[in-house]
């Protein structure tokens, strides 16, 4: 675009130059004509000038051959004079002789050399006339030429500026064209840098968007990394006993000291093990977590290491992933079933020793999902701490909570199994 704009420009330049170059000329021509005009016509004035002069000389001296003639008694015919008086045309005589003795002469003493003198004095004033006439004739000649000249070169220059006018009127028109072509371009491409400024500032601010929730998320996991440290330290050794075994009923059956108070939940399982006498662990077998009362909770073996050592009275339980000393933070999220309310959830739980939050944080261990659809109307009914809530965080994965829970590794337990081992009547 700068290229055309130059050469557009370039191209104007060059134009403006060659019309000056033409109006210099045309300027110079027009000067060179009314100079020679002015000359011719000083010619003609100094030729009419001379020649009125010769004119009046020629006049005078022919008046003077009148009055010479009316001296010496000669009549003339264009003059209404009487009958010549020799007295008065001596004294004229005489008169003439000692006003025009400069052209007479000294020797004009008679009226015959005066009269010679005269008609001599006439003859070169009619050459000095003819001759002024010719030059006043030739001037007027050159004059008419130089007219013509002027008419020419003028018409010439005249018709070279309406070329150069028309010439320049057509660059105009070129160059207006060239320049509402170039600025339609401009405002285009400044459009498109403006739409490309735009985006590119929507995508920094969604990038920067995306980094902040970035960060806040590290934020979040670094929290429920440093809670869950924590955590990791108070769990005990697996070889270190969490509980112990108080009744067995069948092969297949145990029953053991840990219930709903340690917050046990069914399908946890335990290693079961005893003591030697020299103080080494012996392994027996694996029981899972049938059935959860308040103190106790029924098992059944599903791994035993030899059938004829069975598992039985005083041998001891552990998990590496359960404490019943560690406390617990639980987070209660949808609707709960008919007779049940979150109100009375959450008060059973704070009754073993655990803690309920409003919201999933780094310190939630478990996230208590009560049921959607149908039920969120009973829900309503039954609880009006609970209820709104129920029913806003209905939509299940749609719940910043349940996500956050997802995120964090929160172990999500349903409501109706926790209703199992809370044993609620």
Known sequence: MNRQIRGAATVSVVWVIVLLALLLFSGGGIYVYASEQTRNENAVKAAQLEAAQKEARYQAAAQ????????????DDSDN???SRPA???ERLKSLRENHSAFLGPDASTTSRMIERLDTRVGELNRELAEAKQQAAAAETSRSATDKSMRDLTTAKDAAYAELQKTLQVERDRNSQQEAADKARADDLNGRLNAHE????AEKEEIEAQAAALQEEVKKRDGRIAELAKRVETIRLPDEPDGSVVAVSTASTCYIDLGAKQLLRRGTRFKVFSYGKNGAMHEKGMVEVTSVQ????ECTVVDLKDRFDPISRGDKIAAPNYDPEMPR???LLGTFPSGYSRAMVADRLRSLGAKVADKVGPATDFLIMGDSGAAAGAEGDASEDGGEEGGESGGGEASADLQLAQLFRVQIVPVREILEYLKYE
Request: glycine fraction near 4%.
């Open 64 to 75: 003077k051959v009148r009055e010479l003639s009316e001296q010496v008694g000669f009549r």
């Open 198 to 201: 735009a985006k590119a500032r």
């Open 81 to 83: 004079l009487s009958e």
């Open 88 to 90: 008065e045309i001596a």
């Open 329 to 331: 933070e639980f987070v």
């Open 294 to 297: 308040d103190a106790m909770a």
